[in-house]
């Protein structure tokens, strides 16, 4: 790609007339410290220009399909030229950079962009490919995780709790949006087809966990676990990037669920069926408390045991999988046998073991 398109003088939405639409070629995993780095990357945070010895500078984490990294780009004393170039592009818009440096900062891999040898530019949607930036399960997994569901709620015997299952589930329309959702930004099963990934999990756990204590309420529990992230389909939106919704911003995806399943019983019950207040009532709690705690984002906190068992299938899974991204990620940059990942309860990073189990290893 021409080295024109960076020319200072250049505004940043112009482009040369012939431009094709282009793969990616460097990924974020394949980053090592010393790489000059040429490639698109969606832009998934940005913090405003602030003043060093030189000049002054912007940083901004961008991203694909493997990951994200913190890109720091480095300008003169020229206030406006650098706040024309960092107003040009948005979250969620997808940037070329040329001519960064690929560097370790606190044990990171950052991207470093001096004004004097490279750039920035927004990029037009006929440049790239989306499916470059936003990570996905790929559509024949999708498809087979969303049978295993159906298989989980067909199980289910309580005429109640099954018809409002169906109610949800059957509908293509929703099917369809809740198969590509992811189910965080950043934190744990953040790719299309996340979301449905997490949720099966958790029903087979609180189904496994109904089996070691026939006590508990197996339907319900499938019924709660199949529906306690339902409200995700309306707090997260894919462009370039996840990134919430503005309903999904100032609501959240717990009490945006909640309303989804009150709204389908209201619906039910105009229908004809007699839902029992209290099944609504438990199957809202365990919604709305599937956090566990007031300082998780839970509104309540579990106050029955279907819905404690939920609540730490949720835990479980979530931490699992967290982990395992985050070892993943890990190894990609450190050849060593530890590393270091964030711990949100300890409110800090921990030392994590980063080697494999030798499955060869004899007594």
């Known amino acids: 790609m021409s080295e024109e398109i960076f020319k200072k003088d250049m505004d940043q939405a112009q482009l040369?007339?012939?431009?094709?639409?282009?793969?990616?070629?460097?990924?974020?995993?394949?980053?090592?410290?010393?790489?000059v780095v040429n490639d698109f990357f969606a832009v998934k945070r940005k913090s405003p220009?602030?003043?060093?010895?030189?000049?002054?500078?912007?940083?901004?984490?961008?991203?694909?399909?493997?990951?994200?990294?913190?890109?720091?780009?480095?300008?003169?004393?020229?206030?406006?030229?650098?706040?024309?170039?960092?107003s040009s592009f948005k979250v969620g818009d997808?940037?070329?950079?040329?001519?960064?440096?690929?560097?370790?900062?606190?044990?990171?891999?950052?991207?470093?962009?001096s004004e004097d040898s490279g750039g920035i530019r927004k990029c037009l949607p006929e440049e790239y490919y989306l499916e470059d930036?936003?990570?996905?399960?790929?559509?024949?997994?999708?498809?087979?995780?969303?049978?295993?569901?159906?298989?989980?709620?067909?199980?289910?015997?309580?005429?109640?709790?099954?018809?409002?299952?169906?109610?949800?589930?059957?509908?293509p329309s929703f099917a369809n949006k809740f198969a590509h959702t992811p189910s965080a930004i950043s934190h744990h099963h953040n790719y299309?087809?996340?979301?449905?990934?997490?949720?099966?999990?958790?029903?087979?756990?609180?189904?496994?966990?109904?089996e070691l204590n026939p006590s508990l309420d197996k339907d319900l529990l499938i019924a709660g676990a199949a529906l306690h992230d339902i409200g995700k389909v309306e707090q997260y939106e894919c462009t370039s990037i996840i990134d919430k919704t503005e309903e999904g911003e100032f609501v959240g995806h717990i009490v945006l669920g909640d309303r989804?399943?009150?709204?389908?019983?209201?619906?039910?019950?105009?229908?004809?069926?007699?839902?029992?207040r209290d099944l609504e009532n438990q199957i809202s709690h365990m919604i709305v408390s599937h956090h566990g705690r007031h300082e998780w984002g839970s509104p309540e906190i579990p106050k029955f045991v279907e819905a404690l068992v939920l609540h730490y299938a949720d835990l479980m899974d979530s931490q699992i999988k967290y982990h395992l991204q985050k070892v993943e990620e890990e190894r990609r940059i450190n050849e060593e046998s530890w590393g270091l990942i964030w711990d949100k309860d300890l409110g800090r990073k921990k030392p994590f073991y980063l080697g494999k189990i030798d499955e060869e290893r004899t007594p």
């Open 133 to 171: 930036f936003i990570p996905s399960l790929g559509e024949a997994k999708i498809r087979e995780l969303f049978v295993q569901l159906r298989r989980e709620i067909d199980k289910v015997k309580n005429p109640y709790l099954k018809r409002l299952l169906l109610a949800f589930f059957n509908d």
């Open 94 to 113: 997808v940037i070329l950079i040329q001519s960064g440096n690929a560097e370790l900062y606190e044990n990171d891999i950052q991207i470093s962009i």
């Open 16 to 35: 040369p007339a012939g431009i094709e639409r282009r793969r990616k070629k460097q990924f974020v995993k394949d980053i090592k410290v010393g790489d």
């Open 49 to 86: 220009p602030r003043p060093y010895k030189k000049g002054i500078w912007f940083d901004l984490v961008v991203g694909d399909k493997t990951g994200e990294i913190k890109a720091k780009f480095w300008g003169g004393t020229n206030r406006e030229r650098l706040q024309k170039i960092f």
């Open 260 to 276: 989804m399943v009150r709204e389908k019983i209201r619906e039910l019950r105009e229908e004809g069926m007699n839902f029992p």
């Open 192 to 210: 299309i087809g996340g979301n449905l990934e997490h949720t099966l999990n958790v029903v087979k756990i609180c189904e496994y966990m109904a």
